[in-house]
């Protein structure tokens, strides 16, 4: 099936609940992708999915067509993401390594090197607040704009501005303080 978002959804709309297939085939690896960033799990990114198709597919009749769904999508994706991190909040989340971190020109030296630097990233962005963790993953990773994530967040653009500025302070901070700690394990074994 192929044609326009809202084409799929008048047609899910009328009665057609195969249309809503073609939906989920066009947007799971942007629903998916979203889930893994905030959660942080394979397994729990995929039960997200799941659970935010599940809840788009429920609110199609409240969908806003002046909106891009692909936002709706990741509006409920991520609203469904905080739920779960404000209910587990204070558990710590496993960071799995889910990469191929692979590159043929690297040196085993430089490719553990890299690999190392990432997870320090993934370990700093996952010990953010998650109304900044959430920015980040929606700006750096989704490459959403101001105004995708205000739709997306409901927030205002002083405040996403602002958000994301503290939240990319947090993660500089939080960067050399694991720099450091680094160094320091890597001097005393020496």
């Known amino acids: 099936m192929d044609g326009a978002d809202i ?21 799971k690896k942007l629903v998916f992708n979203t889930s893994y960033r905030m959660l942080g799990s394979y397994e729990e990114a995929e039960d997200a999915s799941q ?10 009749k409240r969908y806003d067509p002046q909106f891009k769904f692909s936002t709706w999508a990741m509006k409920i994706t991520t609203n469904y993401c905080l739920d779960l991190l404000r209910k587990r909040k204070g558990d710590t989340v496993p960071i799995e390594e889910q990469y191929d971190l692979k590159d043929e020109g690297l040196t085993p030296e430089e490719e553990y090197i890299r690999h190392e630097k990432q ?22 990773n989704r490459g959403l704009s101001y105004s995708e994530i205000m739709d ?7 405040i996403v ?8 302070q947090m993660l500089k901070d939080s960067l050399e303080k694991l720099d450091k700690e680094g160094e320091s394990i890597w001097n005393a074994a020496k």
Not at 8 to 26: H, P, Q, S, W
Not at 119 to 140: C, D, G, N
Request: aromatic content about 10%; some cysteine.
């Open 119 to 140: 997870q320090m990233v993934r370990k700093a962005i996952e010990s953010l607040p998650s109304k900044y963790k959430e920015l980040i993953v929606l700006f750096h």
């Open 7 to 27: 084409d799929i959804i008048n047609k899910c709309l009328e009665g057609d609940d195969l249309a809503f297939e073609e939906l989920v085939t066009r947007y």
């Open 152 to 158: 997306v967040t409901g927030e205002s653009l002083t």
């Open 161 to 168: 501005k602002n958000r994301l500025y503290r939240a990319r």
């Open 51 to 60: 659970e935010a198709f599940i809840r788009m597919y429920k609110a199609l």
